[in-house]
T-cell receptor, first 113, second 115 residues
Framework: EDKVVQSPLSLVVHEGDTVTLNCSYE??????LLWYKQEKKAPTFLFML????IEKKSGRLSSILDKKELFSILNITATQTGDSAVYLC?????????????FGKGTHLIIQP | DAGVIQSPRHEVTEMGQEVTLRCKPI?????LFWYRQTMMRGLELLIY????????DSGMPEDRFSAKMPNASFSTLKIQPSEPRDSAVYFC?????????????FGAGTRLSVL
């Protein structure tokens, strides 16, 4: 059965620390891996990764995919309290002309001032 | 662009009642997805549509759940009869199909409580 495993499940750090969130997957028909940030409402898109070894960056956030070892990491440097959220990893698969997403359970990140 | 619009935002109902959740996708998007999120199971894909046609409904929990998409700008998810275990946040998302690795954009969700 296809699955996505995220670790750690929760993480508490101090403002200014750097964090690394992990996502491993076992899938068929892999197309892309996505990272979302979910605060109190709906998930908001962060990154989409399709190719191995190419880092994507957005401000203090960056992510990279390893398709050989089937994992991805999300890095956040110089964390701020506004980074507190649940970070969801999902793989996109192809099927029937449209794409579906399977999500991991998420990493609950708390940034303490 | 207003984004994906869901209604209602909150729904509280009694067991056995019919519940209808509504979604308006982003204009121009031709794929629509319904998800359910609970603490225990995380985010689960229930069903998705491409060009108004249901493509994969394998995630629909049971026959009490049904979804329709009568046109490109509207979809409903119906639960009849509802049960307490259906309590969850239900998200609708839309995307552009046909591009390599399209991104889904989520609505704000409907928080359903079945008493």
């Amino acid at each position: 059965e296809d699955k996505v495993v995220q670790s750690p499940l929760s993480l508490v750090v101090h403002e200014g620390d750097t964090v690394t969130l992990n996502c491993s997957y076992e899938v068929t028909n892999f197309r892309s891996l996505l990272w979302y940030k979910q605060e109190k409402k709906a998930p908001t898109f962060l990154f989409m990764l399709t190719s191995s070894g190419i880092e994507k960056k957005s401000g203090r956030l960056s992510s990279i995919l390893d398709k050989k070892e089937l994992f991805s990491i999300l890095n956040i440097t110089a964390t701020q309290t506004g980074d507190s959220a649940v970070y969801l990893c999902a793989y996109m698969y192809s099927g029937g002309g449209a794409d579906g997403l399977t999500f991991g359970k998420g990493t609950h990140l708390i940034i303490q001032p | 662009d207003a984004g994906v619009i869901q209604s209602p935002r909150h729904e509280v109902t009694e067991m056995g009642q019919e519940v209808t959740l509504r979604c308006k996708p982003i204009s121009g998007h031709n794929s629509l997805f319904w998800y359910r999120q609970t603490m225990m199971r995380g985010l689960e894909l229930l069903i998705y549509f491409n060009n108004n046609v249901p493509i994969d409904d394998s995630g629909m929990p049971e026959d009490r759940f049904s979804a329709k998409m009568p046109n490109a700008s509207f979809s409903t998810l119906k639960i009849q009869p509802s049960e307490p275990r259906d309590s969850a946040v239900y998200f609708c998302a839309s995307s552009l199909e046909g591009l390599a690795g399209t991104v889904q954009y989520f609505g704000a969700g409907t928080r359903l409580s079945v008493l």
